[in-house]
């Protein structure tokens, strides 16, 4: 039976990376007695599959992982039972249940949403309204977005236009926060981060990682009709 599992990380926990991270609810889904099914061979371990890993230091509402088990309770009992095995920032929201057929959480992901806002102590150089005439003027309304995104191996052009689903800014607090659904996944993978540091690039201002906190609001896969969904809407709970 394949398992769908969506959890939440903030606080203290957004320091802990990708690799730690599996650790952990390797051991959390032990210390939960969930009926997980292991590997055949000389070293088995836990069939295990995360669909999108989150940056260190990012803090997310929507990450995912999928198991294989035995068989299993109900989702609220499961739920309840691998969050007594949390610690303080981690807190698993959804368990749901896959079609046999179902692809993995990470060869499903599609697109990623985002949240970025400015830390206390630091300041946007432009308001919540100029950000939105930058964006329509360097942005929503030129044909392209031509930027060279580079990787440990080499450096390409890529058309940033296509890949960007959504790029609003909202005021709050006097601030403003931005939100961006960004192509994600092993093909085009976008950082939200380079989406504003090559707006900024263009208006000669430089981009400080450390002056914003981003938070993944959700990870989704693209159905059959071509809509967006919640990589959760795969499943169904276990009643």
């Known amino acids: 039976m394949k398992i769908r599992i969506k959890f939440r990380k903030w606080g203290v926990m957004k320091f802990i990376g990708h690799l730690d ?11 939960a007695g969930i009926d997980i ?11 295990m599959s995360f669909a999108a890993p989150l940056g260190v230091g990012i803090t997310s509402d ?3 992982f ?20 949390m610690v303080e920032g981690v807190e698993v929201t959804s368990y749901v249940r896959l079609p046999d057929t179902a692809k993995t959480a990470m060869a499903s992901v599609a697109a990623a949403d985002y949240r970025i806002s400015y ?7 432009y308001s919540a309204q100029e950000w939105n005439e930058i964006i329509a003027r360097e942005f929503l309304d030129q044909p392209d977005f031509l930027i060279i995104k580079k990787t440990k191996k080499s450096e390409r052009t890529v058309d940033l236009k296509p ?20 192509s994600s996944g092993s093909t085009d993978n976008i950082k939200p981060e380079l989406v504003l ?17 981003i938070h993944r609001l959700e990870v989704s896969y693209r159905s059959e009709n071509g809509q967006l969904l919640p990589l959760s809407a795969a499943g169904e709970e276990i009643m």
Do not use: W
């Open 21 to 31: 991270m599996m650790r952990y609810f390797q051991k959390a889904v032990r210390r």
């Open 66 to 85: 999928d198991i294989e088990v035995d068989s299993s309770a109900s989702s609220k009992e499961s739920m309840d039972a691998l969050n007594a095995a």
């Open 119 to 125: 830390k206390d102590g630091y300041q946007s150089p």
């Open 163 to 182: 890949l960007i689903y959504r790029f609003t800014v909202e005021e709050q607090n006097d601030s403003p926060v931005f939100f961006l659904q960004v």
């Open 37 to 47: 099914c292991y590997s055949q061979g000389y070293s088995p371990h836990q069939i």
């Open 197 to 213: 540091s090559s707006i900024l690039e263009r208006l000669g201002k430089s981009f400080d990682s450390s002056a914003v906190q």
């Open 62 to 64: 929507g990450e995912y």
